[in-house]
C-alpha cells in the first residue's frame, strides 16, 4: 500500500532543490554581515571581515578584496590585558599569489614616516588599514592614538610569505612594524596569518582595533595577476553557498586566548 503523502521520504533531489532554495532565499534576503563577539571574564573581542565582490566563478579563482578587523576592550572599567599575537586564518577557497611583486625589507619602513614608506616601497603595497592603540608610559597617564597601516609585500622567512604591516601616527609621531607570517595549512583554513607585537611596543602599545584590506593587481610575465584571489566553492548544482569565511585567535599577556569565527556567503557567476 502506498503510503500518505505526508510520511514518504524525501528524494536526494528533492533535498537538494530544497536546500537550493534556502540558501538562495537566505541571500537574497541581505541580511548584513556582522562581527562575531567573544568573551572571557572582562576581556570582550570582536572579529569581522569578509571579501568583495561576492560573485565568483565556482571552479576558478578570480581577484578579490579581502577585510579582517578586530576590536579589544575590558568590561566592568578592568584594565585591558596587552594583545601579544593575532592569527588569522582564511577559508582554504582563498588564494596569496606574490611571484613577480617587488618586496620591501623592514628596514626601508622602520623607522619612516608614511610618506618616505610610500616613497621607498610604493610598489610592493598590498593593503591598507588602521590601528587604535592605547599607549601606557608609566610618567604619563594613558592616552589613545590611531594610526594608518600600510601593508607592503614582505621577504620569504624560510618557505613562508611575509606580509609587512607598518602603522604609523601622526600625533605623537611614531610608526612600528608588524611583521604577518603566511602560511599554508591543510583543512578548511588554508591560509594563515600571524603576527607578534614586537618587543619595543610591548613596553606601552595595548591595541584596541585593527582592520587591514588587502587588495593588489599588478602584471607579471605579459599577465594580470591579483595578490588576493578566491572561488565560491558552492556544490555542483548550487548557486551560491554559505561557509566560514575566516577564524581569529588572539593572545594576551596575561595567558587569555580567545577565537572567534565569522560567517559569509557568496554567489556563482561568470566562468564556471
Known amino acids: 500500500m ?22 538562495t532565499l537566505l541571500l537574497c534576503l541581505g541580511i548584513p554581515a556582522q562581527a562575531e563577539l567573544s568573551q572571557e571574564g572582562d576581556l570582550l573581542v570582536s572579529f569581522d571581515g569578509g571579501l568583495q565582490p561576492r560573485t565568483l566563478p565556482r571552479n576558478t579563482s578570480a581577484p578579490v578584496t579581502v577585510r579582517v578587523a578586530g576590536d579589544f576592550k575590558a568590561t566592568n572599567a578592568a584594565r585591558l590585558p596587552q594583545l ?80 609587512l604591516a607598518q602603522v604609523y601616527s601622526k600625533k605623537p609621531p ?25 618587543g619595543s611596543a610591548r613596553k606601552w602599545a595595548y591595541l584596541t582595533h585593527f582592520d587591514m584590506t588587502l587588495k593588489r593587481t599588478y602584471f607579471y610575465r605579459n599577465k594580470q595577476r591579483s595578490y588576493v584571489s578566491a572561488s565560491c566553492a558552492a556544490p555542483a548544482g548550487f548557486p551560491a553557498a554559505v561557509f566560514p569565511f575566516a577564524k581569529a585567535s588572539y593572545g594576551f599577556d596575561n595567558g587569555q586566548a580567545l577565537t572567534t569565527t565569522v560567517v559569509r556567503s557568496c554567489k556563482v557567476g561568470g566562468s564556471r
Not at 503523502?5 to 533535498?15: C, D, K, L, N, T
Not at 582564511?90 to 626601508?108: F, S, T
Not at 612600528?176 to 594563515?192: D, M, W
Request: one cysteine or more.
Open 2 to 23: 502506498r503510503a500518505p503523502p505526508s510520511s514518504r521520504a524525501i528524494s536526494w533531489g528533492g533535498a537538494r532543490r530544497l536546500l537550493t532554495i534556502t540558501v
Open 84 to 163: 601579544r599575537t593575532i592569527s588569522v586564518a582564511i577559508n582554504r577557497a582563498g588564494e596569496l599569489y606574490d611571484k613577480g611583486l617587488p618586496v620591501c625589507q623592514v628596514e626601508n619602513i622602520q623607522p619612516a614616516s608614511e610618506v618616505e614608506a610610500r616613497r621607498v616601497c610604493g610598489s610592493a603595497i598590498v593593503g591598507t588599514g588602521h590601528v587604535a592603540v592605547a599607549v601606557h608610559i608609566p610618567t604619563q597617564a594613558p592616552f589613545a592614538v590611531t594610526g594608518k597601516l600600510l601593508a607592503f609585500n614582505g621577504p620569504r622567512r624560510g618557505y613562508h610569505k611575509t606580509i
Open 174 to 198: 611614531g610608526a612600528f612594524v608588524l611583521t604577518f607570517t603566511v602560511k599554508r595549512e591543510k583543512g578548511l583554513f588554508g591560509t594563515v596569518v600571524s603576527t607578534t607585537l614586537p
